[in-house]
């Protein structure tokens, strides 16, 4: 029973806090409502059994405990003292109630409680670092040290910055509510950000031993879907969806059984998804050619070429040089030129990128893919020193052990 109830957490626990937060109008009130219904959880399932429908029972268990913390505290005896909380509880049915879980997955994919939550911790009157940040602890559950470390701050710094935020959100008044047409382009650039960060830490954690969170991935592509039918022909969101899918087809080529990380051009292609890569490919198209297209759009592109092509030597490095061109222009950033500068060093030879690559090396001081790169072309060129000398710098910023293992498997194949 507690491994289903461990995988009932890591499944459905944020589905269960962004319900509740509606319910309860407050983050810290959710958050201690979910801690304890999963408590309640662990000690009357096993001896009661599993419930018909546990998302049901865990909200409406939690929404009981929220009550009686606020009875306790403020010593209500009477519903007439809270009628928010009153109204609140009416809202969700009791737990027995078969249909409950039916009618909520029924339910237009605009009432998504979580998508809801995204733009509510999006919203402009926060900082947009906050704003990301707040999200991927609240909405998506990443641990406060996870987020401290993508963002290269301290812990304490990431931590005090999610409280702040959270108790502008509470003086402030800001409804848990997807917002309408008017206000949802100022909050648009962070939400996409947002489910962008979730995707990269599950399609390639940004630290310890596992490659990829999966979960975390399929999270993120569904939040990216219900976006979309919430804004439907949005070039950008479907940029996004776009790229999130084309890179998630080749999930299961992207490491061996061991967990040892396989490059791009080494993968074994037949494993890659041919329908979801269709499918991120045939949206690239479309966002393409609405106006008002950028960058999600520009790397969808990108990644359909590469997903596209038969064999890796057969990848069209002329096309995909001047898509990144166009990357550059609208989103002009050292990864991206570092990007361009590989995808040269395809189409022209290892020293043409490694000419364009030097000097992106100060701009990026913690970025291990920038030395990464720079070694590859390094040992393609024959420089077996230098090559050896960028790996040991990759490898020693790598976060990620598998990172770390390929680089080093690298620099041991160049000998000495």
């Not at 408590?39 to 009357?44: D, G, L, P, R, S």
């Not at 268990?61 to 909380?85: C, H, M, N, Y």
């Not at 720079?374 to 393609?380: K, Q, S």
Request: hydrophobic share 45%.
């Amino acid at each position: 029973m507690i491994t289903a109830i461990d995988e009932i957490y890591r499944r459905d626990s944020r589905r269960v806090f962004s319900i509740l937060v509606r319910l309860l109008g407050s983050l810290e009130a959710a958050e201690e409502a979910l801690h304890d219904a999963f408590v309640a959880a662990t000690e009357q399932w096993p001896a009661q059994g599993l419930p018909a429908h546990p998302v049901a029972w865990l909200v409406s268990t939690g929404r009981f405990k929220a009550i009686d913390r606020i009875r306790r505290q403020t010593r209500i005896v009477s519903w007439d003292s809270a009628p928010e909380l009153a109204e609140a509880a009416a809202a969700v049915p009791d737990e027995q109630a078969p249909s409950w879980e039916q009618q909520w997955d029924a339910r237009r994919d605009i009432e998504d409680d979580r998508l809801r939550l995204i733009f509510t911790c999006c919203h402009p009157s926060l900082a947009e670092e906050a704003r990301i940040a707040l999200t991927l602890r609240e909405v998506c559950g990443l641990p406060t040290e996870a987020i401290a470390s993508a963002f290269l701050i301290p812990t304490p710094t990431l931590a005090q910055r999610i409280v702040r935020s959270k108790a502008k959100i509470r003086a402030a008044g800001i409804p848990y509510e997807v917002p309408g047409p008017a206000d949802r382009a100022s909050r648009m650039a962070s939400v996409l950000r947002v489910i962008y960060l979730v995707f990269n830490e599950g399609y390639s954690a940004h630290a310890g031993t596992a490659t990829q969170h999966i979960e975390l991935a399929d999270e993120a592509i569904r939040l990216a879907r219900l976006l979309m039918s919430l804004m439907p022909g949005e070039p950008e969101v479907m940029g996004l969806l776009a790229l999130m899918q084309l890179h998630h087809a080749r999930s299961a080529a992207r490491c061996t059984g061991a967990g040892d990380l396989v490059p791009l051009d080494e993968q074994d292609r037949a494993r890659w998804d041919r329908e979801a890569i269709a499918e991120g490919a045939a949206l690239a198209e479309a966002a393409l050619r609405q106006r008002g297209f950028g960058p999600y759009a520009l790397q969808a592109a990108i990644a359909a070429v590469h997903a596209e092509a038969a064999h890796a030597t057969s990848t069209d490095w002329p096309q995909i040089v001047g898509l990144y061109d166009a990357l550059l222009r609208a989103e002009p950033s050292p990864v991206v030129a570092l990007n361009r500068a590989v995808a040269v060093a395809m189409r022209d030879g290892p020293e043409a990128g490694l000419e364009l690559i030097g000097p992106l090396l100060s701009a990026l001081p913690d970025y291990h893919l920038a030395p990464a790169a720079m070694a590859d072309l390094c040992r393609r060129a024959g420089r077996i020193e230098a090559a050896r000398e960028h790996y040991r710098a990759a490898a020693a910023l790598a976060q990620q052990e598998p990172e770390r293992r390929f680089l080093m498997r690298r620099l041991t194949e160049l000998g000495g």
